[in-house]
């Protein structure tokens, strides 16, 4: 057990050693001791403080964690009033701010020194002093008075509680911003849309909300960061001649400072770095809204003064605004290649982040749901850098009454509005689909490369190329039209020799005889892959059995669910696919039917297979080919339905849901065997 003198000893230098290191870690992003040291450190004096509890100080490391909750801010006097900065929006605007400088100092014909820096755009807070100890910290309110918000402010890592001995003076005050990194920014919002919490616009506010709210512990969760950019009053020491020589006297106090600061010379060096740090702006881990330029001498900054409430020493030169207000004109949708309607909010032209906006993707319905957007609503746009036009969220305030009604894909594109087949929304899905898969020209070049791909209709040499070609030039508009091709048509196309294209033709030709698992394949049915092609032509035997079956019946194959049911029969019903199965049927395409459930029987026939893993000899392709020449089927996901899990060396998942299901296992020999006992007595 300690004496309490030895207690106290203990708590002076661990405090100090922790205060070191979170500034390492927080300050200057380059910790010097692992993250377990540093929880050592930090539970050896939470221990020590419940032993003592009356050595607690708020200065210590443990109070970051946040005090408990206030019933309202104090008000705090500001000594030296916290004033605002003049705004230059153009190069002009610098201009004229660098000459009224000059004329003020009466050295119209010298460069003037400027100290460069980031405009962070977080907000105003000071933070005072007393012998290197955080007594106090407010916020800027209407810059005479602010909130005392101390207890929040201690739980922001980056500022410091106790200034390192011997460099402080006996009273400071210290200006800078409190903001939220971006990358905090994106997890706390990630969280809050997970748990249904408060979901903020952007960074600012997010820091603004946790800072000034009433408890310190939900501040602390925030992980708000805090840069430097000047002082307010100082006692016991002198100071610096220059601004950039305060700044780096603060960081010698371990206050974050601006990395990006610059010493520039005249206007072009102004402009200059307005725009390295405009190119910067947005892989910077902080948002800022422009540069701020201040004269770096201070004595001249003293005989240039204030005009009303804003230093004539100092300008800020904002970047053009990411962020602007406008009117969704109407939503509209774009269907995709695979069919997907996504809509798109038209909105009032505005000019964002350097450009002109006049449209926003808005996603699917579930974003239009989440974001309640309603045509005639006021939307906050956003465009960042490069990034594409966002519509952040709806300015409720300004939402037109009676409200408009809520916007629902399906009800205004009930079909689609490119080729007008019927829209739907499978239960359960996040996107809306044109069931026009075969006809719709969206949907055309997509359609057609799966059609011709080799495990559907394999019409060998029909890429890309040739179906773009095809496509632009109108040769081809469903896959029937393929079947109509001619040798002069195809070698006319680019690079399409005499020879290609009569191997092409070939091909196409050759491919007129398949099966009927390669054909219903090759339609491109949402959600019908290889194994359920094969499973539905062999449950139904024939074209026109499947053409006709209902939803109940197609649930009656294996591994078919409702989800799958519901795709097959929207894409059946949808009467421009089947003019196109019509029309290939006319072209000649054919397959020889097979008989019926179980009548090509294989020594496997009716029992599913799951592989997994690595086999030692096997590949999978060959192991799925010898199971299926065998009549059995390879599913890729285990159900009660499968009769066979296959396992090799480091399986997946579907090893632990066949343990769970309880299903038979196989190793490659067994398999093997299984192949061969049952080939045996066929
Ligand atoms: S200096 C006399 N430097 O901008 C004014 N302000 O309109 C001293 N700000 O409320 C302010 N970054 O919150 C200064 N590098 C920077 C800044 C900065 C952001 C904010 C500050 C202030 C506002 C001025």
């Given at each position: 057990m300690l004496t309490r003198a030895?207690?106290?000893?203990?708590?002076?230098?661990?405090?100090?050693?922790?205060?070191?290191?979170?500034?390492?870690?927080?300050?200057?992003?380059?910790?010097?001791?692992?993250?377990?040291?540093?929880?050592?450190?930090?539970?050896?004096?939470?221990?020590?403080?419940?032993?003592?509890?009356?050595?607690?100080?708020p200065d210590s490391p443990s109070q970051r964690v946040g005090a408990a909750p206030a019933k309202e801010f104090r008000e705090v006097q500001h000594r030296l009033p916290m004033l605002s900065l003049n705004n230059a929006f153009t190069d002009e605007d610098v201009i004229a701010f660098d000459r009224r400088v000059r004329e003020g100092l009466g050295r119209l014909d010298a460069a003037v020194e400027y100290a460069a820096e980031p405009k962070f755009d977080g907000l105003a807070v000071a933070l005072h002093y007393e012998h290197g100890r955080l007594v106090q910290g407010a916020t800027r309110g209407d810059g005479y008075a602010g909130e005392d918000v101390t207890a929040n402010l201690r739980t922001v890592r980056s500022i410091p509680l106790r200034l390192p001995e011997g460099e402080a003076p006996a009273w400071l005050e210290v200006r800078g911003e409190v903001l939220m990194l971006k990358r905090d920014f994106q997890r706390l919002n990630e969280e809050a849309r997970a748990s249904g919490g408060k979901v903020f616009a952007n960074p600012r506010n997010a820091a603004a909300g946790s800072l000034r709210q009433l408890d310190p512990a939900i501040t602390a969760r925030r992980r708000l960061t805090f840069f430097a950019y000047g002082i307010g009053q100082v006692e016991g020491t002198g100071l610096p001649p220059t601004h950039a020589g305060v700044m780096d006297w603060l960081a010698r106090l371990h206050f974050p400072v601006a990395a990006e600061r610059r010493l520039v010379k005249g206007v072009d060096g102004l402009l200059a770095y307005y725009r390295e740090l405009g190119a910067r702006r947005h892989v910077l881990?902080?948002?800022?809204?422009?540069?701020?330029?201040?004269?770096?001498?201070?004595?001249?900054?003293?005989?240039?003064?204030?005009?009303?409430?804003?230093?004539?020493?100092?300008?800020?030169?904002?970047?053009?605004?990411?962020?602007?207000?406008?009117?969704?004109?109407?939503?509209?949708?774009?269907?995709?290649?695979?069919?997907?309607?996504?809509?798109?909010?038209?909105?009032?032209?505005?000019?964002?982040?350097?450009?002109?906006?006049?449209?926003?993707?808005?996603?699917?319905?579930?974003?239009?749901?989440?974001?309640?957007?309603?045509?005639?609503?006021?939307?906050?746009?956003?465009?960042?850098?490069?990034?594409?036009?966002?519509?952040?969220?709806?300015?409720?305030?300004?939402?037109?009454s009676p409200p408009p009604p809520r916007f629902d894909i399906l009800q205004h594109y009930p079909v689609c509005p490119v080729c007008g087949s019927r829209v739907v929304r499978e239960p359960g899905e996040a996107v809306t689909r044109c069931t026009g898969g075969l006809y719709c020209p969206a949907q055309r070049k997509q359609a057609l490369?799966?059609?011709?791909?080799?495990?559907?209709?394999?019409?060998?040499?029909?890429?890309?190329?040739?179906?773009?070609?095809?496509?632009?030039?109108?040769?081809?508009?469903?896959?029937?039209d393929l079947y109509r091709l001619d040798l002069p048509t195809l070698a006319g196309l680019e690079r399409m020799a005499e020879k290609s294209a009569g191997n092409l033709l070939a091909a196409i030709d050759k491919s007129r005889e398949t099966t009927l698992a390669r054909f219903i394949y090759a339609l491109g049915i949402p959600n019908v892959g290889e194994a359920t092609a094969r499973d539905l032509a062999q449950h139904f035997g024939s074209l026109d059995a499947l053409l006709g079956a209902d939803v109940e019946r197609l649930q009656q194959v294996p591994e078919v669910g409702p989800v799958v049911a519901r795709s097959i029969r929207d894409f059946l019903d949808e009467p421009h696919n089947r003019q196109v199965i019509e029309a290939l049927r006319a072209a000649g395409v054919h397959w020889r039917e097979a008989a019926g459930k179980g009548s090509t029987p294989g020594p496997l026939s009716g029992k599913t297979f799951v592989l997994t893993g690595t086999l030692p000899h096997l590949s999978r392709d060959q192991a799925k080919e010898m199971i299926e020449a065998a009549g059995g089927r390879v599913s890729g996901s285990v159900s009660k339905k499968t009769d066979y899990v296959v396992v090799g060396a480091e399986p997946g998942s579907k090893y632990d849901r066949a343990l769970e299901l309880k299903i038979p296992l196989l190793d490659e020999e067994g398999l093997l065997r299984l192949l061969g006992d049952e080939s045996d007595t066929g």
């Open positions: 030895q207690a106290e000893e203990r708590l002076k230098a661990l405090r100090a050693e922790i205060e070191y290191h979170n500034y390492r870690y927080y300050v200057l992003d380059d910790p010097v001791i692992p993250d377990a040291e540093f929880d050592r450190l930090m539970q050896e004096l939470l221990a020590l403080e419940a032993a003592w509890p009356d050595l607690v100080t881990p902080y948002e800022i809204d422009g540069a701020v330029y201040k004269v770096n001498n201070l004595a001249d900054q003293e005989r240039l003064g204030f005009v009303a409430r804003a230093p004539r020493f100092a300008v800020a030169h904002k970047y053009p605004a990411e962020e602007a207000v406008t009117v969704v004109e109407a939503i509209e949708v774009n269907v995709g290649r695979t069919g997907a309607l996504t809509p798109v909010a038209r909105l009032k032209p505005v000019f964002v982040g350097g450009v002109t906006v006049s449209n926003a993707t808005l996603h699917n319905q579930d974003e239009i749901d989440r974001k309640d957007v309603r045509v005639g609503d006021s939307v906050i746009v956003r465009r960042a850098g490069d990034v594409i036009p966002e519509i952040v969220g709806v300015v409720l305030e300004r939402r037109p490369l799966h059609f011709a791909s080799r495990r559907a209709m394999d019409i060998e040499g029909l890429g890309e190329k040739l179906v773009d070609q095809l496509v632009d030039r109108g040769l081809v508009e469903t896959p029937a």
